[in-house]
Structure formats: C-alpha cells, structure tokens
DNA sequence: TTGAAAGCGCTAACAA
DNA sequence: TTGTTAGCGCTTTCAA
C-alpha cells in the first residue's frame, strides 16, 4: 500500500479533507492508520510551526495533597503579579503529592519551564531538589534552602505576632495545638512564640501534635480538655486545625473567646478568618504579597542569564 | 564582527562553555548579545528536539475570581483519576477570570493543548465559546451546551435533595438566600426546590437575592430577621453564602438548628461541610466524581479521531 | 576552539 | 487530487 505524503495526512487529520479536496478513500486510509497508531498530534511541534511569538513559561508546583483551599488565593496573586507587572508570561499549575515531587518534575516538565516556583515542599522534597542538578531557575515559596533562592515571609514575625495577643490579652496558661512541622518556617514560627512567652515568665505551655486536619483540632481540644487546669488560651498551628478545635468547643459548650481564646495561625482561608462562629484571632499570612515575591524573583532569574554561569 | 555558529551559541546558553572548551572571548560575546536582545529560549523546540516521547496535554481552565477553594479538591479528583485510569497525560491548569475566559485561551494555549476542561464558565464566556470555532476538544463543566461535550452534575437532584430536607424536618416556612443565577444548573436547582415545595402545599417562598460571599449571606440573613413571620429554614445556594449567614446567626443570638434551620449547597469546601459551628445541613456535591466524569470525556475526545469530522 | 549539517513533528507554498 | 520542499528553534554528531 502506497504511502501517503505528509502534507496530505496534516490535511486529513486537522479536518480540512472537504476543503482541501481529499478523495474519501485517502481520508478514510489515514483516518484508519491514525486510529491503529494512535496517533496524537504533537502540540510542540504545532506550536513551533505556527511561529506564533515565543512566550516564557513558569510553572508553578503545588502540593495539591494538604494545601488545597489555599491555591486559589496564591494563584490569584500570581495572576494579579504578572497584570500588574506588565510581564507576559504563560503561567501553568501543576499538582504534586507531598514528599512525591521527584515524581511530577518529570524531564518533561523541566524542559517546558523557563522557570519554576515550588510550593510548600517537604523536606524530603527539599533534599531530592538539593540532592540534584536541575538546569531550570527555581524559586522556592515559604522554604530555606542554600541551594536556591526562596521567598519566604517572615516566620519570626508570626510567631511574635501569636504571643503578643497572648500577652496582650494577659493569659498565662497558653497551650499549643500544632502539627509535626514539615518545614522551617514553622519551628521558626513556634521557637519564636515560645521565646517571647518565656521573657514574659511564661514557660510553662502544654503541646499537643495532632494531624493537620480539623479531626485533629478535634481531638487534640479533647485531650486538652482533660488537663488540669485547663489552658486559657489556645494557639493552633493552622486554620485547618483551628475549625476543628472551634467545633471541639462548641460541642462541650465551652465559649470562646470568655471562657477560652483561640488563636490561629491562618493559612489564607480568609472566609474562615472572617467568618468563623465564633471569632478567633487569626494570624493572617500575606499569601498576594508572597506570591508577588515569588514571581518577581523567578522572573529576575529568567531574564538574568548570568545565573547559568557554568555548571559542570 | 563574525556570527557565531548556532551550536556554539546553544553550548554557551546552556552553560557548557567549560566542558566543551569555548574560548572566553567567545562566551563572552554570546552571553552579551543575548542579554541586549532580552533572549530567551523557547521551550517548545526543545522539548521537540529532546526526543521525549509526545504526551497530551490537558489543559483545566478554572476560574479563579470565585471558586477558589474548591480547585484544589477538583484537581485532586482529576489527579485520582488519571492515576486510577492509567492515563499518561500532561495535566496544566490556567486561571481566568469570571467573563473574561476569551482572553485566556490564547491562540497560544489552544495550540499547546490536546484537550481542554472549562470549568465554572459564564453565561458570557459559554457564548464566546459558541460563538468561534475552536480547534481543540472542549468538555465543559457544570455547564449546558449544545455545541460542546458537557459534564454536569444531576443539579435536578440537588434541588430535590435540598427540598427533602425541609419536608422531612416538618418546616413551612421556607426562604432562600441565593446570589443571582450566573449558570443553568443553578436555575434548574432552585425550580425543582420550589416544585417540590408545591407539591408539598408550600408555595410561599421568601427569596431574597445577595453577593456570593460570606458577606452577602451575612447581610441577606439581617434582612431575613426583619420579616414576620420568621421562616424556619433557609436554603443557601452556596456555602460561601452559608458561612455568612451563620455567623449573622450567631451574632443576633439564633440558635441553628433549633430556632431555625440551615441548609446549604455545598460546593465541596468539606471542612466547612464537616466542622461548621454550629452544623448545618450539606446537600454535598460529588466534586471528585465530576472531575473524574470531565477527565474521561475529555479522554475520549482526544482519542476518538473520528471527532475530527470536518468543519468547514 | 569553532562550524556545518541533519533532524525532532508539523504545516504552508508550490509543483505535479 | 496528491506530493515535494522548506523551515519553525533547538541540539548533537562530526568535520574542520
């Protein structure tokens, strides 16, 4: 069977067969070959062709596993970010399980990107990004590394910031309801808050580790609640944690803020902060400003080729 | 001054210059005139030149001015789904704005993309989308089409549901706190809640109409509390709207679900769903089996050539 | 130490 | 109605 050109075959498989006065028995070959092959067309290879004006591409990687509800805000920040700078840049999201970012940085990925921005990395993945030599700028967000640059917001600042409502508000029995921190930030964060506390003669806080999640706040308020005597003041390491330990409260009928202040340390689920029933303090982290960082510093390593001062 | 060749040029720019033995002189010219003329390099030729194999790329247009927290569950769903289907595919995801979807599906992206997922569309971005001839296979989510493959939740259902609640708890007194319908299926819910409530002999239903924010179903529930008689059950059409209502509640001292109950339309915040103080009743959409719905149809499109039926 | 040529998959212009 | 050729931007091989 003769072969046919490809120029025939790009005609038939972009539907142009009519137009283009394909004979049906050419179409109906071609269509059968394509399915028998199956044939996807290369969408680089179109895009190259088209000569349409090249654009840099950042991909932004986002631990789709915990931080789910903040995504939308960060994003919108970014978007915001790149209006307002006047820069054009092709912005894609990809989602990665935590501790599994190895796997979605496939070679793939790395050579579509002029430029990546890592999202709430682990630490295991932290180490498979130092532990390797990748040969595309990168940023990381709300991590330390000295092997990249990152973009984090002040984490000794919001520490300091949850004791002074403590102090502020005069408690003495404080007592945290936190996760196993999985990155720096938050020891910083804690250490910070226990410092402060201690400078003020409180050292005595009870610390409980529970799950990430509002099950956790949940029973970690219930274990709480079996101390004696009872913590006046609560500092949760997440919003995520905090919902939980509101309905703890809620459902024993203890009231907040009179018989018991939380505190929180919000992740940006701004409706949460706003509207939770009832009121807690929330120390609010400036996600917009951060993402703004974070593409301001990867779009200075794109532009500046010096940073691909030999590797070797 | 004499050119370079362009395999100098592609050793210097990836930083090889070391290892491959290029003079400095050399580098150092490259690097300048790359600089002046702002170069960047084009991810696209790459790739096609890598001799990766030829993945297809998916592309999730999701907007980002409302349905925020919601994203990250529904990319979970997608994510699931492509593992547990085995799928290869190259997942990205672009924000847009609410009415403004035209802009973001550049030529650019429609190119690059083997397939796109349009979620959350407005009535105004669905008519741009039926209005041109895209040469891409588009699923649209939680939308009503005639042009275009679309994946939907059974919103009748929704309705019932929602209307079942209150006939099962006794209530007469019904009223709705509902953002203006930016969507069919939001219209199609409402009409088969108030046909329930018909049936059932309840036909007066208090309506009022607010923002799609916490914000709003505050401010809609105070107008709420000025109506005689007070209706004893209230159906958000969100849960952003459900969150400001039960703060509203609270502050004016109302207890939910005793004085007067809360049912909410759940749009997959499940914290909120899970840990609301105090509880309110969830009609829960089932987000992740719609994002698997939208994979597989999407997936089939891209597959079946046969859809490739010209246009002309 | 540098350059020339080929080819990744695709499509447009032109030739047959 | 179909085929040939060139070229999008890049890197690799081989030659100079």
């Known amino acids: 069977m003769k072969a046919n ?19 049906d028995a050419t179409k109906k070959k071609v269509l059968e070959a394509a399915k028998t092959l199956g044939y996807t067309p290369n ?6 062709r088209s000569n349409l004006p090249n654009l840099p591409v950042i991909t932004l990687f986002w631990d789709s596993t ?30 990665y399980a935590v501790d599994h970012l190895e796997e979605s940085m496939t070679a793939r990925t790395l050579m579509e990107s002029n430029g990546i921005i890592i999202c709430n990395a682990s630490d295991k993945d932290i180490e498979f990004l130092e532990n ?11 991590r330390y590394s000295d092997k990249y640059p990152t973009v984090n917001m002040n984490d000794k600042e919001i520490g300091k910031m949850a004791a ?24 910083i964060r804690e250490n910070t808050f226990k410092d402060i506390l201690n400078q003020n003669h409180i050292s005595d806080i009870y610390r409980i580790v529970v799950d990430d999640t509002p099950s956790g706040g949940y029973m970690g308020v219930l274990e709480i609640l079996k101390s004696k005597p009872l913590p006046d003041c609560i ?4 919003d995520n944690i905090a919902l939980g330990a509101i309905k703890a409260f809620y459902d024993k009928g203890i009231k907040i803020p009179e018989q018991l202040e939380l505190i929180s340390i919000g992740n940006g689920n701004r409706d949460l902060e706003e509207y939770s029933t009832p009121s807690l303090s929330v120390v609010s982290l400036p996600l917009e400003a951060m993402a703004d960082a974070c593409l301001t510093r990867i779009s200075r390593a794109i532009t500046d080729l010096s940073l691909v001062s030999d590797s070797r």
């Open 5 to 23: 050109s490809p120029s025939t075959v790009s005609i038939v498989l972009r539907g142009l067969s009519e137009k283009r006065n394909i004979s």
């Open 43 to 48: 969408m680089q290879s179109k895009l190259l």
């Open 66 to 95: 915990t931080r789910q509800y903040i995504l939308g805000s960060f994003l919108k920040g970014i978007q915001d970010s790149i209006v307002s700078n006047g820069f054009t840049y092709d912005l894609q999201v990809k989602p």
């Open 132 to 142: 390797n030599d990748l040969s595309v700028p990168i940023v990381l967000y709300n």
């Open 164 to 187: 002074d409502v403590f102090i502020r508000h005069e408690k003495t029995r404080p007592a945290l309801l936190t996760s196993v921190p999985n990155f720096e930030g938050m020891v």
């Open 235 to 238: 500092l949760c390491s997440s």
